[in-house]
């Protein structure tokens, strides 16, 4: 559910692939540290 909010997010500001794929590492490390 979480990957839903963090595409939204990506393809509203960003629509090449690569940053779409920068954001999801962002996110997933962010997701990471957070446990």
Not at 8 to 13: D, K, L, S
């Amino acid at each position: 559910a979480r990957l839903k909010e963090w595409r939204a997010v990506a393809t509203r500001y960003e629509k090449t692939a690569a940053s779409f794929l920068g954001v999801l590492c962002l996110a997933a490390t962010a997701d990471w540290l957070r446990r």
